[in-house]
């Protein structure tokens, strides 16, 4: 069970996390779980094609792994984030390790932006890691991960639910690979053809994101 539009009652209880950038026809596509080898290159490709920046929350330990893609990303002009090292669970983990794992992620992802992994993040959590980084969450959850649904269904997801400031969420993982590679460049034809640009998310670009 999750929830493709974010709910107006979680951006309350969670007021310090970021859910959106408000920001008129502007959205920000975001991708989470790589840099894995024959999915996030073919997501570069794709936004490479449209001349589009996104932000890459990337997982520590795949950024060991594949660093010369994970340079890709970074060299292409995109934004990076913080995703973990091991891709934890912040609910299933102790806060300490749970911390740790995110500042060795920082050794190897130099951000100010983190998302946890799953959406779950735990309050202490919260106010240990927003004393260093803005953490984001995301206003469109495109359903990518889910093998029970197809491309169509995510595009739809999408391009549905997408607002001005809407921040979206595809992974470049390769559980993702069958949906996000077919829905991607549809979604992104869809908006821009309804007067919507794409930006990465920058603490330095002007948009509205709390302070540290």
């Not at 490709?45 to 990303?73: E, M, P, W």
């Not at 912040?90 to 300490?96: D, F, L, P, S, V």
């Not at 260093?132 to 969450?137: A, C, N, S």
Request: hydrophobic letters at 40%; a negative charge; aromatic letters at 12%.
């Amino acid at each position: 069970m999750y929830f493709v539009k974010t709910p107006w009652y979680l951006k309350t209880v969670y007021p310090s996390l970021v859910w959106d950038i408000p920001k008129s026809k502007t959205v920000y596509l975001t991708f989470d779980d790589g840099p894995v080898p024959g999915v996030t290159d073919k997501v570069l490709d794709i936004l490479s094609a449209y001349q589009i920046k996104a932000t890459f929350f990337c997982i520590g330990d795949n950024v060991v792994k594949h660093n010369n893609l994970f340079s890709r990303i970074q060299n292409e002009g995109h934004a990076i984030g913080n995703h973990t090292f091991h891709h934890l669970n912040g609910w299933k983990t102790e806060n300490a390790l749970y911390v740790n794992d995110v500042f060795a992620c920082a050794e190897k992802v130099e951000t100010q932006l983190f998302r946890p992994p799953y959406g779950r993040i735990g309050f202490n959590q919260i106010q240990e890691l927003k004393k260093h980084f803005t953490i984001v969450m995301w206003d469109v959850l495109s359903g990518d991960f889910d093998t029970t649904i197809d491309a169509d269904a995510c595009y739809q997801n999408v391009v549905n639910n997408v607002d001005d400031g809407s921040v979206i969420v595809f992974h470049d993982s390769l559980k993702a690979l069958d949906r996000v590679l077919p829905a991607l460049p549809k979604v992104i034809d869809t908006l821009l053809a309804q007067g919507y640009h794409f930006e990465p998310i920058a603490i330095t670009n002007n948009v509205a994101i709390p302070t540290l």
